[in-house]
């Protein structure tokens, strides 16, 4: 019953109902996720002045910190921005009072004078940060601003189950062209392949980032905050003369909450320059 349902649609009429098992699946993965995400609407008091590397990974993840990092290290004249999209080491002469852990271990790889890229790309470095950025973790865990591993289950279950809905639907029909002796089921193919590609895709996308419903509305909260601050600080630097450092020390959280691109058209402009286009992830 099933086939001749299958076998007498026209193909108008299978790639109507196609869509619609597909915008379907996509739809239930999308609400699946969210209700999934238990972390509330409730807001946070804003603090004064936020720590910088819990504001970098809230709003950015591991790669917002290293790019804070990064910032932070060449404003205290420990590394400098080289030729070549490199970062070099500048000044060896530190103390161990002056950096810390999360520093000392990108320092290590800086002393190899690696491009920018690289050394987002070092899985090592990477995972050696992560741990010890497990004080952060915890800290910003215990108010539910990070997305859950509860949410993350849900999503691959999700991604399974509406890829075999798509592959059963889809491969249901291209079973009964093959029997009649129809070959040509390439672009039946190629319609079945993309949806399931488009189920793991949303799923990537709504747990891409590392913060939770709250967290995400908390960054927006402070985003929105620290505006006139943000504005202050820039203008600073803009003009001749200016004042230096203005985005360490106190005020280094403003680099991780907005990121480097706020230094455009500044006198700190190449680091926006040198962090264009530059892949990190953000869901770590």
Do not use: C, W
């Amino acid at each position: 019953m099933l086939e001749d349902i299958f076998f007498n649609l026209s193909a108008v009429d299978f790639l109507n109902i196609f869509g619609l098992v597909v915008l379907g699946v996509l739809s239930l993965i999308y609400f699946a996720i969210f209700f999934a995400d238990r972390s509330g609407r409730a807001p946070l008091p804003i603090p004064d002045t936020p720590d910088p590397m819990e504001t970098a990974y809230l709003s950015g993840g591991l790669s917002q910190v290293i790019r804070t990092l990064i910032y932070d290290l060449d404003e205290r004249g420990f590394v400098l921005l080289a030729n070549e999209g490199r970062i070099k080491i500048a000044n060896e002469l530190f103390k161990s009072d002056q950096i810390g852990e999360l520093e000392r271990r990108l320092l290590e790889k800086i002393r190899t004078s690696p491009k920018i890229q690289e050394i987002f790309d070092d899985r090592a470095l990477r995972d050696d940060l992560h741990r010890l950025l497990t004080p952060v973790r915890a800290r910003l865990g215990l108010e539910n601003l990070l997305l859950s591993p509860g949410v993350l289950n849900v999503r691959r279950v999700a991604e399974i189950l509406g890829a075999l809905t798509i592959l059963f639907f889809g491969g249901v029909k291209a079973k009964l062209l093959l029997d009649a002796g129809q070959s040509n089921i390439s672009y039946l193919l190629f319609l079945i392949i993309a949806s399931i590609a488009s189920v793991y895709a949303l799923g990537y996308v709504l747990t891409r980032n590392v913060a939770s419903r709250r967290g995400r509305l908390h960054i927006e909260a402070m985003r929105g905050h620290f505006a006139d601050r943000l504005e202050a600080t820039i203008a600073q630097i803009r003009s001749p003369g200016p004042m230096a450092r203005a985005f360490s020390g106190a005020a280094l959280y403003l680099i991780g909450l907005y990121g480097l691109s706020i230094l455009k058209g500044t006198t700190e402009a190449k680091f926006a320059e040198a962090f264009d286009g530059v892949a990190g992830d953000g869901d770590e």
